[in-house]
T-cell receptor, first 109, second 113 residues
């Protein structure tokens, strides 16, 4: 079971790139790394998932080093609407899915 | 493609009463999750189903909570009797399994008075 550690909160300004790092030192061979975004009064929303190296979609990029003990979610040119809580989740879909407390990102004008 | 459906969206009950929540996952998703999210905290897994079998219910308070997933599709989560500390948002999610992305419903906000 891979435990994750993320910063509790981050502040940014509109138009900046935001990088949120998640540590998962005991990640297992079969584990994926998945990031979710949650707005108040809504369920978490899938952002991106990866296994190794780099993954990019229309919303974000996910960087995973070779040892896979950490990962970085990169949000390009954030806007006020990116203010949310971001969760890093590590697992293979099996026993004990655990969300941490997440990172509260606050984007300022 | 339709998302995960949950009902009701809001429920207010008094302590010691019973309540039930319903979830309809995305079609074809074998794995279904129920989470409890208390204000200011991350979602806490209550139970995980793979088709209609239980994968993990280690954090489900079994003296008062129960869940079932008949025919491997819809699921219900029941609380009987409710306590004040059960006030939370109950989230249902589904996935294709094997660690792939979970897709969440809008949640049910439960208030126990």
């Amino acid at each position: 079971l891979a435990k994750t550690t993320q910063p509790i909160s981050m502040d940014s300004y509109e138009g900046q790139e935001v990088n949120i790092t998640c540590s998962h030192n005991n990640i297992a061979t079969n584990d994926y790394i998945t990031w979710y975004q949650q707005f108040p009064s809504q369920g978490p929303r899938f952002i991106i998932q990866g296994y190794k190296t780099k993954v990019t979609n229309e919303v974000a990029s996910l960087f995973i080093p070779a040892d896979r003990k950490s990962s970085t979610l990169s949000l390009p040119r954030v806007s006020l609407s990116d203010t949310a809580v971001y969760y890093c989740l590590v697992g293979d879909g099996g026993f004990k899915t655990i969300f941490g407390a997440g990172t509260r990102l606050f984007v300022k004008a | 493609e339709a998302g995960v459906a949950q009902s009701p969206r809001y429920k207010i009950i008094e302590k010691r009463q019973s309540v039930a929540f319903w979830c309809n996952p995305i079609s074809g998703h074998a794995t279904l999750y129920w989470y409890q999210q208390i204000l200011g905290q991350g979602p806490k897994l209550l139970i995980q189903f793979q088709n209609n079998g239980v994968v993990d219910d280690s954090q489900l308070p079994k003296d008062r909570f129960s869940a079932e997933r008949l025919k491997g599709v819809d699921s219900t989560l029941k609380i009987q009797p409710a306590k004040l500390e059960d006030s939370a948002v109950y989230l249902c999610a589904s996935s294709l399994g094997g660690g792939r992305a979970q897709y969440f419903g809008p949640g049910t906000r439960l208030t126990v008075l």
